[in-house]
Nanobody
């Protein structure tokens, strides 16, 4: 089993940057792909980015390409989401997730989830 805890959320002005971290526990974390999802108020949870178990490949939702970067450090059991050039439409609760394969974009394809962290971007 993998337990995930997000941190680093907060408020930022449009055009600013914010870095999220996801701390994992569980010995098999390095075997799993990791992803970030977000859910805005009144909307469905949507895919943001994912990374292969070894960090060798990453995937992004079109609206965040060139602005967000996902990375991981398996030795530290951490997954990161660096967000820059942020927009008000990035406002959401951001969730870290872990699953068997990267590149999957549906939430139900991920097995483990964190509790989420709020990100608010003001214009």
């Amino acid at each position: 089993q993998v337990l995930l805890v997000e941190s680093g959320g907060g408020s930022v002005q449009a055009g600013g940057s914010l870095n999220l971290s996801c701390a994992a526990s569980g010995r098999t974390f390095y075997n799993y792909a990791a992803g970030w999802f977000r859910q805005a108020t009144g909307k469905e949870r949507e895919f943001v980015a994912s990374i292969r178990f070894d960090g060798a490949r990453t995937y992004y939702e079109d609206s965040v390409k060139g602005r967000f970067t996902i990375s991981r450090d398996n030795n530290k059991k951490l997954v990161y989401l660096q967000m820059s050039k942020m927009k008000p439409e990035d406002t959401a609760v951001y969730y870290c997730a872990s699953g068997p394969a990267a590149g999957r974009r549906a939430p139900n394809e991920y097995e483990y989830w964190g509790q989420g962290t709020q990100v608010t971007v003001s214009s």
